[in-house]
């Protein structure tokens, strides 16, 4: 683990936000090291990890979901690329996860 992987699990979660339906949050799954490795082994992966860790600071934990939800929406538009490659390896990670694997088999 990572200082930063709160940040992280953070920002899975609020990709990933499950529902009342069955399907699991990611924050709540401990994603954050196996993303981490995942997105650094991807082409510029390092880089649009570096990228948003700093664009979403350490404070990013703290605001409230539609601020946090702001915050992603203009990193999104500010770095296209970055940001669709760490969506790509979220969803990667999360839907490979045991716990979602049980959930699509439950739903």
């Known amino acids: ?4 992987d709160p940040l992280l699990a953070s ?3 609020h990709l990933l ?3 009342h339906n069955g399907w699991p949050t990611a924050s709540t799954l401990h994603l954050a ?3 981490r490795e995942h997105v650094t082994r991807t082409p510029d992966g390092t880089s649009a990890l570096a990228l948003i ?3 979403l600071g350490d404070g990013f934990m703290k605001r409230a979901p539609d601020d946090a939800n702001a915050l992603l929406l203009k990193f999104e538009e500010e770095a296209p690329d970055e940001f669709e490659r760490l969506v790509v390896a979220a969803y990667s990670v999360y839907y490979t996860d045991p716990g979602v694997l049980a959930a699509v088999e439950r739903l």
């Open 1 to 4: 683990m990572t200082t930063r």
């Open 11 to 13: 920002f899975l979660g």
């Open 17 to 19: 936000p499950g529902d």
């Open 33 to 35: 090291r196996r993303f």
């Open 53 to 55: 860790l700093d664009h």
